[in-house]
C-alpha cells in the first residue's frame, strides 16, 4: 500500500521536472520563476546557460519516470534522496543571489523536504 502511495507521488515529481526543463527551451522567460533577481531573460547566453539547465532537468525527470516503469521502487527509494541535492542546491542559490525567501524555501525547499519523504515511503515498503 505504501509503495502504491509513493510511486503514485514519485510520478509527478519525474513529469514536472521534465516539464520544467522543457519550458526552458520554449518559454525561457519562465526562469524569472526560478527565484533569482534580474534575470536577464533577453541575453543569448544566458538563453545557453538555461539550455544546459534544461537538458539536465529532463534528464532528472527521464531518471524518475525510468525507475518507475522498471518497478524498481527500492531502487527509486535511494535515487530520490541523493535526487533532493538538486532541489537544497537551488535552493541556496537563490538565497545566494538575494532572491526571494519564498522561492528558495516554498519551491526549491518544499521540493527537497517532499523527495526524501515519498522515499521512505518506497524504503520501508
Known amino acids: 500500500m505504501l509503495s502504491n502511495i509513493a ?3 514519485a ?8 516539464l520544467m526543463g522543457a519550458r526552458a527551451f520554449w518559454a525561457p522567460q ?9 534575470t536577464p531573460t533577453k541575453d ?7 539550455s544546459v539547465k534544461g537538458m539536465r532537468d529532463i534528464a532528472s525527470g527521464l531518471f524518475i519516470i525510468i525507475l518507475l516503469a522498471g ?5 527509486l527509494g ?3 534522496p541523493a535526487a533532493s541535492a538538486i532541489p537544497v542546491g537551488d535552493a541556496v542559490i537563490v538565497l545566494r543571489s538575494n532572491g526571494p525567501k519564498t522561492a528558495a524555501y516554498g519551491i526549491h ?3 527537497a ?12 515498503a
Open 30 to 38: 519562465a526562469a524569472v520563476g526560478f527565484g533569482i533577481p534580474d
Open 78 to 80: 535511494w535515487f530520490l
Open 44 to 50: 543569448p547566453s544566458f538563453h545557453a546557460w538555461l
Open 71 to 75: 518497478g524498481t521502487t527500492h531502487l
Open 11 to 18: 510520478g509527478p515529481i519525474g513529469a514536472g521536472t521534465i
Open 109 to 111: 525547499g518544499a521540493t
Open 113 to 124: 523536504v517532499v523527495m526524501p519523504a515519498i522515499s521512505e515511503l518506497l524504503l520501508v
Open 7 to 9: 510511486t503514485v507521488l
